[in-house]
């Protein structure tokens, strides 16, 4: 092997009557070394990362314990599966989020950055993107899983984006208290609310914020609350949750052309998704 | 141990060093610049990867939004030259110096991060990556062995040009008298 020298001076330090001669004897293995480096660099690897879990939560499928509580259901005006989902399905981007309700990062992205997006001159409107809401409440949040109860109750009869939206304008107000009714209330018509009770009947909140919520029973592995028909819907949104995996929220993940891009985690702002989704768009 | 094994010993042990640290950072500008999902390497995959680690970089909260897109641009090519500046040994004590100065930036940027209780993706390595305390004590650790890298660059240089300043004869000439 041809002589190994720490750094190109000390080379010339230790044969000054040859400069030149130091020189070749430390550009030689270098020039090895960049041509190496580069080659790495510059392998074609492709990593496909679209998992089963992945197509069934881009193509909006539910569990089979999901369906059997909507079949159950007696309101003809009742959807069979909570509609939580922005936008025309066939979009060239799905945007999945998972999202709590009570989680403060979780409602500065959707102030900040869901809000335009799901705006007139965002990209839902546009056709660009389809939006997808997946619940995935946090054990550390007392309230967070009666929220999800009540958008997927709103959800049912096709009144999701409202109750949304006020559950995150208002979360401070309902996250001291567990009051998270009134606001639901104040989003809809008093005969729609009606209807949404009528869902959540057997989905009653603890009465404290001390007592373990139902959120924290699945959580850790038991069942969730007995005779709430909606936590089937927030459970298999959990189970994708845990496919991502999802580790904090927000977690969002994007499809595009049936590619599933790695999940990111935290507040982004909406310049910066948009330009994430242009750069996609102009593949 | 004569110093001149001692002197071999820290010259074998810099080269090691240095090459860990060029593979370090020759690997996290490969991530970064990956292309993503099933993705040919392109221009555009380029694009997508570098806008999707732009989406990193805005997650810590730190830049203003007009310049999370040009730090995400410029950090993966800035860590695909150190790598290479690293591999080559040109002027070492200088690189090890810059990236010394790159991964503290890093874990203080992280360490401030972790404290506010971000719960975001490190994007030290390409994207998936939550930080937390194994991610901390990971670019801890890298942070510590470029500091030691960088001091045995600089003590080896300096020991390089003393061992220069002696003649064979025996007879040593003043370092300021033998430079000019």
Redesign the interface.
């Known amino acids: 092997m041809v002589g190994l020298y720490v750094n190109a001076e000390e080379a010339e330090l230790s044969s000054p009557k040859f400069p030149g001669f130091a020189s070749a004897r430390i550009l030689r293995p270098s020039l090895l070394m960049l041509v190496f480096g580069v080659a790495i660099l510059c392998s074609p690897i492709a990593f496909s990362q679209t998992t089963p879990a992945a197509t069934a939560a881009s193509s909006g499928a539910k569990p089979k314990t999901a369906k059997a509580h909507a079949a159950s259901s007696s309101d003809p005006a009742v959807s069979a599966v909570p509609s939580k989902s922005f936008g025309n399905k066939t979009a060239p981007i799905t945007m999945e989020v998972f999202s709590d309700y009570q989680c403060p990062s979780c409602r500065a992205f959707f102030e900040q950055t869901l809000r335009p997006l799901l705006g007139p001159d965002g990209y839902v409107a546009a056709g660009k993107v389809y939006l997808v809401h997946r619940d995935f409440p946090l054990p550390m949040h007392p309230y967070s899983y009666q929220a999800a109860r009540w958008a997927n109750a709103a959800a049912k009869i096709g009144r999701f984006q409202d109750v949304d939206a006020a559950l995150f304008d208002n979360q401070n107000s309902w996250a001291a208290d567990g009051d998270i009714e009134k606001f639901v209330a104040g989003a809809m018509s008093p005969a729609d609310f009606k209807r949404v009770q009528r869902l959540m009947a057997g989905c009653e909140a603890p009465a404290t914020a001390g007592v373990k919520p139902a959120s924290a029973r699945l959580n850790s592995g038991g069942q969730a609350g007995q005779g709430c028909a909606l936590d089937a819907y927030i459970s298999s949104d959990q189970e994708l949750g845990k496919s991502v995996p999802v580790q904090a929220t927000p977690t969002f993940v994007i499809f595009y052309k049936g590619q599933k891009y790695p999940a990111s985690s935290g507040m982004v702002t909406y310049p910066i998704l948009k330009q994430f989704f242009d750069s996609l768009l102009s593949q | 141990m004569t110093s001149e094994t001692r002197g071999s010993l820290g010259?074998t042990l810099?080269?090691l060093g240095?090459l860990i640290l060029?593979g370090i950072f020759?690997f996290a500008?490969?991530a970064k610049?990956?292309?993503?999902?099933?993705?040919?390497?392109s221009g555009?995959?380029i694009?997508?990867s570098?806008?999707?680690f732009?989406?990193?970089v805005?997650?810590y909260?730190l830049l203003p939004?007009q310049l999370?897109?040009p730090a995400a641009h410029f950090l993966p090519l800035f860590e695909?030259f150190l790598?290479?500046w690293m591999?080559?040994?040109?002027?070492?004590?200088y690189s090890a110096l810059t990236t010394t100065l790159l991964l503290g930036a890093f874990f203080a940027m992280m360490v401030r991060t972790y404290r506010m209780g971000?719960?975001?993706?490190c994007g030290c390595f390409?994207?998936?990556e939550?930080l937390g305390v194994g991610t901390l004590l990971r670019d801890g650790s890298s942070l510590a062995f470029a500091i030691a890298v960088t001091i045995g660059?600089f003590v080896?240089?300096r020991r390089?040009?003393k061992?220069?300043s002696v003649p064979v004869s025996g007879t040593t000439i003043p370092a300021a008298q033998h430079a000019e």
């Open positions: 010259r810099l080269i240095r060029a020759l500008a490969y610049l990956k292309p993503q999902a099933s993705m040919g390497w555009a995959s694009k997508t570098l806008s999707m732009a989406m990193q805005d997650s909260q939004p999370v897109s695909l790598g290479l591999l080559s040994g040109v002027l070492l004590r971000l719960e975001i993706n390409g994207p998936g939550r660059a080896l240089h390089a040009r061992d220069a």
